[in-house]
């Protein structure tokens, strides 16, 4: 069973950097995609961020693009979302979540998903 341990949410002032971390257990792949999710009060969920384990190869949705970076630990199974310049359109829901097996042309959608941490930026 894939299981996550999500942490690093908080309250943070516009300008101000956070960083959220999430473990995952239970991945016997060695190929994957991990990252995170987003959703804000009355919005849809968004893809935020991810990694693909084997490559490295990252991808960042737009509004996020040149301030957020995204890291991975792969023997520890975790991946870091480093969150710069916040925004506070960048309140919302964290979700972390996995890909695996990796298909071709599929874009990140979450076959696994962690609790979800909260992030907040206001002043």
């Known amino acids: 069973e894939v299981q996550f341990v999500e942490s690093g949410g908080g309250l943070v002032q516009p300008g101000g950097s956070l960083i959220i971390s999430c473990a995952a257990s239970g991945v016997t792949a060695d190929d994957y995609i991990i990252g995170w999710f987003r959703q804000a009060p009355g919005k849809e969920r968004e893809g935020v961020a991810c990694?693909?384990?084997?490559?490295?190869?990252?991808y960042f949705t737009n509004p996020v693009r040149g301030r957020f970076a995204i890291s991975s630990d792969n023997a520890a199974r975790t991946v870091y979302l480093h969150m710069n310049n916040l925004k506070p359109e960048d309140t919302a829901v964290y979700y972390c979540a996995l890909d695996t097996p990796v298909i071709a042309d599929r874009p990140f959608t979450g076959d696994y998903w962690g609790q979800g941490v909260q992030v907040t930026v206001s002043s």
């Open positions: 990694i693909r384990r084997k490559t490295g190869n990252t």
